[in-house]
């Protein structure tokens, strides 16, 4: 096993607030996609790290009325992993989430 990387206090402290900034980016976007001020597809060509870093199963979830199981179904018929990444996405994974969700 490799060890982690020894970090100086200041990059801790500079990992630790960008972390929670992208946290902050993530929540905003999900929140504004379950208001409908954005669309879930906005994520798939985001220019932001933070979003494209997001699960694909939290971006569902941000749907209104998706919930879990909902999410996991759809993921499931798509042939998805649960703990896909938005970035990590295929043309053909896309596709077929984008059929699965036709019309949100």
Do not use: C
């Not at 209104?64 to 199981?69: D, E, R």
């Amino acid at each position: 096993m490799h060890q982690p990387p020894t970090l100086s206090k200041e990059e801790r402290r500079a990992a630790l607030y960008k972390a929670a900034e992208h946290r902050k980016l993530r929540a905003r976007f999900k929140e504004e996609v379950r208001e409908g001020k954005r669309n879930w597809h906005e994520a798939l060509d985001s220019s932001e790290v933070a979003i494209r870093k997001m699960r694909v199963k939290e971006l569902i979830e941000s749907l209104p009325g998706f919930g879990s199981v909902r999410a996991i179904a759809i993921l499931d018929r798509a042939g998805i992993s649960h703990s896909r990444r938005v970035q990590g996405l295929g043309i053909t994974q896309r596709e077929k989430l984008r059929r699965e969700l036709k019309g949100r």
